[in-house]
């Protein structure tokens, strides 16, 4: 799988104007629904934040995926923001949040919503490359950042 067979630079924002994790869940939703890949943006915000309020999906190092298998798409979309300052998302490190990858997938999606969540978290384990990706100055920048990765393992 390639991440950018599902993120386009019109899915990145840089810097999120939000500075709470409600609020740049919500600007991430708000790609994808202005992309016009979503039949439903409310149904789809209310699908990731649900699962948000079962578990924090800070996986550390600054980096969050916030994600959901939801009926309001039809293939999977992945879109990526960094904020302007670190923001709490009670990451399982204790340590605030700078750049977050939003995952949405069709119900039926099991398989491709799991290899791109790990997919998304080889990406920053690299301390190479998770720097890259913060000091990305624009939504093109960290598309080519993802892009100059971007393999199909």
Same mark, same amino acid.
């Given at each position: 799988m390639k991440l950018t067979e599902h993120l386009t630079p019109a899915l990145i924002k840089v810097p999120l104007a939000a500075a709470d994790k409600t609020g740049v869940i919500t600007e991430l939703v708000e790609l994808v629904a202005g992309a016009g890949l979503t039949s439903s943006r409310d149904r789809l915000l209310q699908a990731v934040l649900d699962r948000e309020s079962q578990r924090s999906t800070g996986i550390g190092r600054g980096f969050a995926i916030p994600h959901a298998k939801c009926d309001a798409v039809d293939r999977l979309v992945v879109a990526i923001g960094r904020c302007r300052e670190p923001i709490d998302f009670k !990451?399982?490190?204790g340590q605030p949040v700078t750049l977050l990858a939003l995952l949405a997938s069709p119900i039926s999606a099991t398989s491709a919503h799991i290899q791109a969540l !790990?997919?998304?978290?080889r990406l920053?384990?690299?301390p190479g490359i998770l720097g890259q990706l913060l000091e990305a100055q624009s939504a093109d920048d960290l598309y080519r950042v993802v892009v100059s990765h971007d393999s199909d393992s």
């Open positions: !990451a399982i490190d !790990a997919k998304l978290s920053v384990t690299n």
